[in-house]
């Protein structure tokens, strides 16, 4: 049994290079797509078949199928502060709701006539006395805004100017999010019948799980106001583990306390947030469940692909995963292997020499094809206007 120590993860996000021209011109092909034929074999653990249980599990509002009978109500975006403005695009800092919490993020509005196809950007980890708002997506944000994208991320709960509260396993962050898709429509400059979503490490896996939880379905309350928000593409970008329990495994479930004091740990995942004011049977069933195999299959997301229906990209550096904080090409491997045997779409770029975060013109030649991808998948003509 692992011992309950305080608990964290060390720094997902790596340095942001700073902002290069765009180019109309994809650089000289430094990239491996890999086909179905050649996908790298990831030799997965046997399946552990769940067994019934008398009474829902206290972590049961967590997995998978808990987030699915949640209704993601959301609420108005509010505009607080323009902080930049040009010729193509302007960018306000905003707040909206989430379980009663407010939330701090980051909005850009393409110049123009709207209504314009929305990118939902999901950050990857940082330190939270380090971070602002923006922090790990504003460059590719800015990037694809210039394109014609409204591009809107959240600092999660605990991040940015957002308040706190608990999040077991990632997934107050995934209903943060969610929130915020919910409340896209409170913007009148947002096409919510297309809407993509970018994230990148941290974000990657939050945004594989949302995919599991959605899965190309509106809510009931979207439906009866005949309104969409659903996710129609996604890219991944050095995305964290789609199986939770490989995330344990590398950096151990949640610190339980002081946030600060955790991440100052290297003995556990300063992402997850554990109040020690929590009812010490709620702090107890997370633990068991962060050490059982039959919970994970309840909880990570690539158990669950047989409901995802949206187009996927992934990019991966193959020289990623060198350090802690980083993510190995291997879960990247694993859940494009993972989506193959579902029958759906997806694609693997491989960047050859490419680190947690792309440098040069692989971070180019990686936007340009997030770009070409969206404009695919949430062009008018794709989404039936």
């Not at 030799?43 to 997995?63: G, K, N, R, V």
């Not at 707040?95 to 950050?123: C, K, W």
């Amino acid at each position: 049994m692992k011992r309950l120590l305080p608990v964290v993860l060390l720094l997902l996000a790596a340095c942001v290079p700073a902002p290069a021209a765009p180019t109309s011109v994809l650089p000289a092909p430094i990239v491996t797509v890999l086909r179905p034929t050649e996908t790298p074999v990831f030799t997965a653990t046997p399946a552990i078949i769940p067994t019934s249980t008398a009474l829902p599990h206290l972590m049961y509002p967590y997995t998978i199928a808990g987030l699915r009978e949640r209704e993601f109500a959301g609420g108005e975006i509010s505009l607080d502060a323009r902080i930049a403005f040009n010729d193509d695009f302007s960018t306000w800092l905003i707040s909206y709701p989430s379980d009663g919490l407010r939330i701090t993020g980051v909005l850009n509005i393409p110049a123009g006539e709207g209504p314009f196809p929305v990118i939902v950007m999901n950050h990857g980890y940082y330190p939270r006395g380090q971070y602002a708002s923006g922090d790990g997506s504003q460059r590719a944000a800015e990037f694809l805004t210039r394109r014609g994208y409204l591009t809107i991320s959240s600092d999660y709960r605990s991040w940015g100017g957002s308040d706190v509260a608990a999040s077991f396993f990632h997934t107050g962050l995934v209903a943060d999010v969610m929130n915020l898709i919910a409340s896209l429509t409170s913007l009148p400059q947002a096409d919510t019948s297309r809407i993509g979503m970018w994230g990148h490490s941290m974000g990657g896996g939050i945004t594989t799980k949302i995919l599991a939880i959605q899965g190309g379905l509106d809510t009931p309350s979207a439906i009866a106001s005949g309104y969409s928000t659903t996710v129609r593409a996604a890219v991944l970008y050095a995305p964290n583990s789609a199986d939770d329990a490989d995330l344990i495994a590398r950096w151990g479930y949640g610190c339980i306390g002081d946030i600060s004091a955790g991440e100052a740990l290297e003995t556990c995942n300063s992402a997850d947030v554990i109040p020690e004011s929590l009812a010490a049977e709620v702090i107890a069933a997370y633990v068991e469940s962060a050490q059982s195999p039959e919970r994970m299959r309840e909880i990570a997301p690539i158990h669950h692909l047989d409901s995802v229906s949206v187009p996927i990209q992934i990019h991966i550096g193959s020289a990623d995963g060198d350090y802690i904080g980083s993510t190995p090409p291997e879960w990247s491997y694993k859940l494009n292997q993972a989506l193959l045997a579902a029958g759906k779409d997806v694609e693997l770029f491989i960047y050859n020499g490419q680190r947690h975060s792309f440098t040069g013109d692989a971070w180019l030649t990686f936007m340009n094809r997030a770009v070409e991808f969206f404009d695919n998948h949430l062009s008018l003509r794709a989404s039936g206007g």
